[in-house]
């Protein structure tokens, strides 16, 4: 089982519901196919750096889950697949990088 985040921006115009019914569709997909979840995070509504199909924000959504590497692929092709998503981005966590999320996910929860 490797560890992976994953990073994906909806289009803005979607509703909450049409938002929390997308994010659910990718976790379903992840835990479907045996991924565990660790963690989940809404970033919101935020500003691009740049336009992306015309549009200057998006509904920014993480996830971080362990899952067999194979997993991946048919994961991304989901996204791809998918007309609410603009942008998404996997990548699979080293130690250092596991290391860090767990500090920032205990200092997300000292603030909340």
């Not at 196919?33 to 549009?55: F, H, R, T, V």
């Not at 080293?94 to 500090?103: G, N, T, V």
């Amino acid at each position: 089982m490797n560890h992976y985040e994953t990073v994906f921006i909806l289009n803005p115009v979607l509703s909450d519901d049409q938002v929390k019914e997308t994010v659910k569709k990718f976790e379903d997909f992840l835990v479907s196919n045996g991924a565990k979840m660790i963690s989940k995070e809404d970033w919101g509504l935020k500003k691009l750096a740049y336009a992306i199909q015309n549009k200057k924000s998006g509904f920014y959504h993480l996830f971080e889950f362990t899952v067999p590497g194979e997993v991946i692929a048919n994961f991304e092709l989901e996204f791809r697949r998918d007309e609410r998503v603009m942008r998404f981005l996997t990548v699979k966590l080293d130690k250092y990088a596991i290391e860090w999320a767990e500090k920032r996910r205990k200092r997300n929860k000292e603030k909340a």
